[in-house]
């Protein structure tokens, strides 16, 4: 139950906190979710599990601010997105 419960809890907290109205935005948010979820779970396997995406995605949003060329690039390919803002 634990193992189900807590991605999707991160999928509710990710779609309840994006503000943009387009669809493949917030499938990109939850994509990013599970994907970060996924990966930092194969590392950890056992035992419990705490990890924010929306920090996470955060935090590259500020990171992104300041990129410019490859670099915002790859964290739009991270992200899902595909170059607004």
Do not use: H, W
């Amino acid at each position: 139950m634990t193992k189900i419960f807590l991605p999707l809890f991160l999928a509710a907290c990710i779609v309840s906190s994006t503000t943009c109205n387009a669809d493949e935005q917030t499938k990109a948010a939850n994509d990013f979710a599970f994907g970060l979820y996924g990966a930092i779970a194969k590392e950890k396997p056992t035992g419990n599990l705490t990890v924010s995406p929306y920090c996470a995605e955060l935090l590259l949003d500020f990171v992104r601010s300041g990129a410019d060329g490859e670099t915002k690039a790859e964290i739009d390919k991270v992200l899902g997105r595909t170059g607004e803002k």
